[in-house]
């Protein structure tokens, strides 16, 4: 951050407003410069961002930096930036939620714990709530696009879901699009290429977007994808070979095939119309993006605490939300009694199969409050509502306010 703050601090308001993440700016001498949570929550919290600084600093050198994923529900990246004439700024990217606050834990937080009950209800409205692969991959884009610098590459402890180019070896492509090699060369990329794609299988499968977007922003890597990038004609069929499998993928996670299908068709309408490499790794790596964050909605709320039967239920209802599904449906497609499904997703899972529904509905509306324009009658309409009336009184009955004061909270909030 060797530029004057005040050049950037735009940025960070602009970065704040399309993704709802504070950013905390820190003096060397612990003197809060700039933030954009420019909300009445602010205060709520600001005592803690700066006790952290402080903590940060003790700990870590000039240049240093802290993933902090300690805690279960909330996320910080902290780093050290250079000013220069001697100084250095300490900057905090957070708190970011892994899920909605609610009452019972709050006090689980390492913030907000004293707080009355409207601080933590206007706290908790005001904080983004997303996953840790998706925090990633905002702090990737928060330097790339704020500070115009190289962003970090995170080395994160492996996890059941955490993969490593090292643990996927040994096994062949689902796609080979290679002749038989006939070099030691050509053998060697013949396996390069394989490792590489079930490398970006896996990906696809567990919802890594942020370990895809680095897949994807890595030359070396992109070399062995596309050796000839010369050729738009050969670049497009390679990105067709990877959308196939990113299609066929998602497919096996449990996502619903019509739904697959049509997102496959539109981004191959995108890529007939691309004439270079550049624009046709941009289709690609959003295509493979929407396909991942698909596979990481539904594993946010899979468990392997249930059943394969409630999982596959939640897995239908998931991917083709909005369309209205009923219990009738639901058992149907799954081959068992619906009497015997009810009860075994309520036992498993502690809500009825229509409260789950009804969720999933509800935190779509707060995403489409939050992104789009689209009118509340519009917005129950998409969600197939029976009638606004139902979808204001239900959201208001979930989250304490109607659409309309959810909608205009936000407004006030990105002020």
Same mark, same amino acid.
């Given at each position: 951050?060797?530029?004057?703050?005040?050049?950037?601090?735009?940025?960070?308001?602009?970065?704040?407003?399309k993704?709802?993440i504070?950013?905390?700016?820190?003096?060397?001498?612990?003197?809060?410069?700039?933030?954009?949570?420019?909300?009445?929550?602010?205060?709520?919290?600001?005592?803690?961002?700066?006790?952290?600084?402080?903590?940060?600093?003790?700990?870590h050198?000039?240049?240093?930096?802290?993933?902090?994923?300690d805690?279960?529900?909330?996320?910080?990246?902290?780093?050290?930036?250079?000013?220069?004439?001697?100084?250095?700024?300490?900057?905090?990217?957070?708190?970011?939620?892994?899920?909605?606050?609610?009452?019972?834990?709050?006090?689980?937080?390492?913030?907000?714990?004293?707080?009355?009950?409207?601080?933590?209800?206007?706290?908790?409205?005001?904080?983004?709530?997303?996953?840790?692969?998706?925090f990633l991959?905002?702090?990737?884009?928060?330097?790339?696009?704020?500070?115009?610098?190289?962003p970090?590459?995170?080395?994160?402890?492996?996890?059941?879901?955490?993969?490593?180019?090292s643990?996927?070896?040994?096994?062949?492509?689902?796609?080979?699009?290679?002749?038989e090699?006939?070099?030691?060369?050509?053998?060697?990329?013949?396996?390069?290429?394989?490792?590489?794609?079930?490398?970006?299988?896996?990906?696809?499968?567990?919802?890594?977007?942020?370990?895809?977007?680095?897949?994807?922003?890595?030359?070396g890597?992109?070399?062995?994808?596309?050796?000839?990038?010369?050729?738009?004609?050969?670049?497009?069929?390679? /990105?067709?070979? %990877? #959308?196939?499998?990113?299609? +066929? &993928?998602?497919? =096996?996670?449990? *996502?619903?095939?019509?739904? $697959?299908?049509?997102?496959?068709?539109?981004?191959?309408?995108?890529?007939?119309?691309?004439?270079?490499?550049?624009?046709?790794?941009?289709?690609?790596?959003?295509?493979?993006?929407?396909?991942?964050?698909?596979?990481?909605?539904?594993n946010t709320?899979?468990?392997?605490?249930?059943?394969?039967?409630?999982?596959?239920?939640?897995?239908?209802?998931?991917?083709?939300?909005?369309?209205?599904?009923?219990?009738?449906?639901?058992?149907?497609?799954?081959?068992?009694?619906?009497?015997?499904?009810?009860?075994?997703?309520?036992k498993?899972?502690?809500?009825?199969?229509?409260?789950?529904?009804?969720?999933?509905?509800?935190?779509? /509306?707060k995403? %489409? #409050?939050?992104?789009?324009? +689209? &009118?509340?009658? =519009?917005?129950? *309409?998409?969600?197939?509502? $029976?009638?606004q009336?139902?979808?204001?009184?239900?959201?208001?009955?979930?989250?304490?306010?109607?659409?309309?004061?959810?909608?205009?909270?936000?407004?006030?909030?990105?002020?």
């Amino acid at each position: 951050m060797q530029t004057n703050l005040k050049l950037i601090a735009w940025r960070i308001e602009e970065y704040y407003r399309k993704t709802r993440i504070p950013v905390w700016v820190f003096d060397q001498n612990s003197n809060l410069i700039f933030t954009n949570f420019t909300t009445s929550a602010i205060l709520n919290i600001m005592e803690d961002m700066l006790q952290k600084a402080k903590t940060f600093r003790i700990s870590h050198s000039i240049e240093g930096s802290y993933l902090d994923l300690d805690n279960p529900y909330e996320m910080y990246y902290t780093f050290n930036s250079d000013g220069g004439k001697h100084q250095f700024f300490t900057v905090i990217i957070g708190p970011i939620m892994n899920l909605k606050p609610s009452g019972n834990m709050w006090s689980d937080f390492s913030f907000g714990r004293n707080l009355f009950v409207e601080q933590k209800r206007i706290l908790s409205n005001a904080l983004p709530v997303i996953s840790k692969e998706e925090f990633l991959l905002q702090i990737t884009e928060f330097f790339k696009e704020v500070l115009e610098q190289n962003p970090p590459r995170f080395n994160i402890a492996p996890g059941k879901e955490e993969y490593h180019e090292s643990e996927i070896s040994g096994s062949s492509s689902k796609i080979a699009v290679f002749d038989e090699p006939s070099s030691q060369d050509e053998q060697c990329s013949y396996e390069e290429y394989c490792k590489l794609v079930d490398l970006y299988t896996v990906f696809v499968v567990n919802g890594s977007v942020y370990k895809l977007h680095s897949l994807f922003d890595d030359e070396g890597k992109m070399e062995v994808l596309f050796p000839n990038k010369a050729s738009y004609q050969d670049c497009v069929i390679r /990105a067709i070979e %990877l #959308l196939t499998i990113a299609k +066929l &993928s998602s497919i =096996e996670n449990g *996502n619903d095939k019509k739904y $697959c299908q049509a997102r496959f068709e539109r981004q191959m309408q995108q890529l007939k119309a691309c004439r270079s490499y550049s624009k046709i790794l941009s289709v690609l790596t959003k295509g493979t993006l929407e396909f991942a964050r698909s596979s990481n909605k539904i594993n946010t709320h899979v468990s392997n605490n249930y059943s394969p039967m409630t999982n596959k239920c939640i897995k239908r209802i998931v991917e083709k939300m909005p369309e209205k599904l009923t219990l009738d449906d639901l058992a149907g497609e799954l081959h068992i009694s619906a009497k015997y499904l009810s009860a075994l997703f309520n036992k498993e899972t502690g809500m009825s199969i229509t409260d789950f529904m009804h969720n999933i509905r509800i935190e779509e /509306a707060k995403r %489409l #409050l939050k992104n789009t324009d +689209l &009118s509340y009658l =519009e917005i129950s *309409n998409h969600l197939n509502f $029976c009638s606004q009336s139902y979808f204001n009184n239900l959201f208001k009955k979930k989250e304490g306010m109607t659409p309309k004061e959810y909608r205009e909270n936000l407004n006030v909030v990105s002020r």
